[in-house]
């Protein structure tokens, strides 16, 4: 059954009888026509947005509001209530497990950094409470699978962050690719080009007086405090964050991920070349990075990240599909093999569940119904693991000069051509001269993907990097565990 004719049913039974909330923990029930009421975790940026998306929702209830922030819980207490007119009060606390003790809670809402969100998310499955949780799912490749693991122990609905799997022009394109109407699809490709700025060094100091800086922390060993962890750059922090591959390119690389072969989970090869050039900052994950992963079936992903700003840079945060024949689509124009002039693609819309990315998680939580979310934990999860292995390639990576020869991909004609084009960018754009600066190279890394380990070369100091050291206290369980 396709999830709009599931759609069509349980709006008929909605009033006949109670559709199962799907919470194996809980055992609550909800009427198609009930009220949801979601617990909003993390306040300041993303946090933001799921609160319009959640009040925008008809019979929708903010319940909590999440934040070790004092000043950000305090401010966005005020707006919420204001905004509610009279319908509800939020209540707003520090630390999201006392809302997940609140057996009327439906949903968790999860826009923390990223190093919260596995654990958050298992949690709330374990408290039977359905969740949407930002991108990326994981922070790392282990804590992906337990949260896997609790979604299907729990029977909760887990939507990702992906709101691009609402898109049924999207669906309908990777449908037509997979049905073979292009021709076989050989390499998808995502870009994560938008501009950015270094972050500078702050010191090390006392975390502010409005901050838990314990639940601010939460499983991340993070040993000291210093202003550009909070509330933005932690995204260029391995302990918090995981660049802008997994940040904003998590939306491209799970729209790459999601048009090749439907049999396709993880690769069994990735590597990744780049560098952090230019700004001579604090962080530590690159701006520029070209990966590439290759698949059991012989698809290949590749990725691109540049956010080093210069004169006519050219914004992209976008897919194309290069496909075995020589034919590609590039901006939803298909060219031919050898062809410079293009045709707009035109396909029917896919199967997705209706109401955009807010709208159908709510239609899934009502329905009790996991498979009806747009982007569930098993595709989050695989999307995840796509950019983890291209970043632990980079993190084991050696340095050599900066020149057109760093890059080394063998005989496979397309990567060394995209890989030359992010070069001349940076070379003739940005202005870094040759053999004037470094890339760090990674070793093209091995990966099993029934076990979901690296073998062969690299894999002991690759497998060390699939999993984070926790603190007390905010341990991730085992996946046997759960």
């Known amino acids: 059954m396709n999830r709009r004719l599931f759609l069509q049913g349980a709006a008929a039974a909605s009033g006949a009888g109670l559709l199962l909330n799907g919470t194996q923990a809980s055992g609550n029930f909800l009427n198609a026509n009930d009220r949801v009421r979601i617990a909003v975790c993390g306040l300041n940026g993303r946090g933001s947005a799921h609160i319009s998306g959640w009040m925008g929702q008809e019979n929708v209830e903010i319940a909590y509001l999440v934040d070790p922030d004092r000043n950000v819980l305090e401010r966005r207490l005020k707006e919420v209530t204001a905004k509610a007119n009279g319908r509800y009060v939020p209540k707003g606390v520090a630390d999201i497990r006392e809302a997940l003790e609140d057996k009327n809670v439906d949903a968790v809402s999860v826009a923390t950094p990223n190093h919260w969100h596995s654990l958050i998310t298992i949690w709330a499955a374990q408290a039977g409470k359905h969740v949407y949780v930002e991108k990326p799912m994981s922070h790392d490749v282990a804590e992906g699978r337990v949260a896997v693991e609790a979604q299907k122990k729990y029977g909760v609905v887990i939507q990702h962050g992906t709101q691009s799997r609402s898109s049924a022009s999207i669906a309908g394109l990777h449908e037509a690719i997979q049905a073979g109407k292009f021709g076989r699809l050989k390499v998808s490709y995502g870009y994560c080009c938008k501009p950015r700025g270094g972050i500078g060094f702050k010191p090390v100091s006392a975390p502010p007086g409005n901050l838990d800086w314990n639940l601010w ?225 990674g070793p093209v890394l091995t990966f099993d993907p029934k076990s979901e380990k690296h073998i062969g070369d690299h894999a002991e100091e690759a497998n060390a990097l699939l999993q984070d050291p926790n603190r007390k206290g905010f341990e991730v369980p085992e996946a046997s565990k759960v």
């Not at 591959?245 to 799970?254: I, S, V």
């Open 217 to 441: 922390r939460g499983p991340a060993e993070v040993d000291a405090y210093n202003g550009n962890l909070v509330h933005y750059n932690w995204h260029w922090f391995w302990q918090t964050g995981n660049g802008d591959l997994n940040n904003q390119g998590t939306h491209q690389l799970d729209i790459a991920r999601w048009a090749l072969d439907t049999d396709q989970t993880h690769p069994v090869r990735a590597m990744a070349i780049g560098g952090r050039f230019q700004w001579d900052d604090q962080g530590e994950t690159p701006n520029t990075m070209f990966g590439m992963a290759e698949y059991p079936n012989g698809q290949f992903v590749f990725f691109n990240v540049r956010n080093v700003n210069y004169k006519g840079y050219e914004k992209q945060v976008e897919n194309e599909y290069y496909f075995e024949d020589g034919g590609r689509i590039v901006r939803n124009m298909y060219y031919a093999k050898g062809s410079d002039k293009g045709e707009k693609v035109s396909v029917p819309a896919g199967d997705v569940t209706p109401g955009g990315n807010w709208g159908a998680f709510i239609s899934a939580v009502r329905a009790g119904d996991p498979n009806m979310a747009n982007g569930n934990a098993d595709e989050a999860h695989n999307a995840c693991v796509l950019g983890h292995l291209m970043n632990n390639s980079y993190r084991l990576g050696e340095e050599v000069p900066f020149n057109a020869k760093a890059g080394q991909f063998g005989d496979n004609k397309l990567a060394s051509e995209h890989f030359l084009r992010l070069h001349e960018v940076m070379h003739k754009g940005v202005g870094i001269p040759e053999n004037g600066a470094n890339y760090t190279v």
